[in-house]
């Protein structure tokens, strides 16, 4: 049973615009929720990561907001960028992430079209 | 070079034979980890390490056996390859607040 969620396998979106991309999660003890980037013939890297006691964070033009209520964190990308289409992985962990395991979702692929 | 690296960067190999998927680390990380890469099922683990001779299952474990003598090594066996190892192999490390570091794959077909 999947406990990360990524329900969207591939979102396209025009050079410029926003992306949004949406991860869910069905344990509530996850505490500590990343998202990484994987180009094509490359490993995943870290792109942007949040603690469950905050409901967003930003680095540059990536934003990760967490809704734990609802169990659901998006990454937006703004302005999207060519260079940003890439497959993006969800992944959350238990204890702040000091248990070292991730759970991962399915990944999304993102297609930024100039 | 410090990072992570992954060798070899592709093999083909038969089924039935034994096959070594390397890694390496130059940062002394204490975690590192075992996944592979299959299209529809994402990122699973196959075994992680938490330390030099400690060693522990993953979600995938069968069929593959780890080791871990040096922290800098982390070599994925698999015992006699079968075409549903067909798959690409990613070695990771633990450093930093980011998390993972990934190397840059295998991609193994068992023919």
């Known amino acids: 049973d999947q406990q990360v969620k990524q329900n969207s396998p591939s979102l396209s979106v025009q050079e410029g615009r926003i992306s949004i991309l949406n991860c869910d999660y069905t344990?509530?003890?996850?505490?500590?929720f990343l998202w990484y980037k994987k180009y094509p013939a490359e490993g995943p890297t870290f792109l942007i990561s949040i603690s469950s006691i905050k409901d967003k964070n930003e680095d540059g033009r990536f934003t990760v907001f967490l809704n734990k209520s609802a169990k659901h964190l998006s990454l937006h990308i703004v302005p999207s960028q060519p260079g940003d289409s890439a497959v993006y992985f969800c992944a959350a962990s238990l204890n702040a992430g000091n248990n070292r395991k991730l759970i991962w979702g399915l990944g999304t692929s993102l297609a930024v079209n100039p | 070079d410090a990072g992570i690296t992954q060798s070899p960067r592709y093999k083909i190999t038969e089924t039935g034979r034994q096959v070594t998927l390397m890694c390496h680390q130059t940062w002394s990380h204490s975690y590192m980890f075992w996944y592979r890469q299959d299209l529809g099922h994402g990122l699973r683990l196959i075994y992680y390490s938490a330390a030099a001779d400690i060693t522990d299952k993953g979600e995938v474990p069968d069929g593959y056996v780890v080791s871990r003598s040096k922290t800098e090594n982390f070599p994925l066996t698999l015992e006699s390859a079968t075409r549903s190892q067909t798959s690409v192999y990613f070695c990771a490390s633990i450093g930093g607040a980011g998390g993972y570091t990934f190397g840059s794959g295998t991609r193994l077909t068992v023919v």
């Open positions: 344990n509530s003890m996850f505490d500590y």
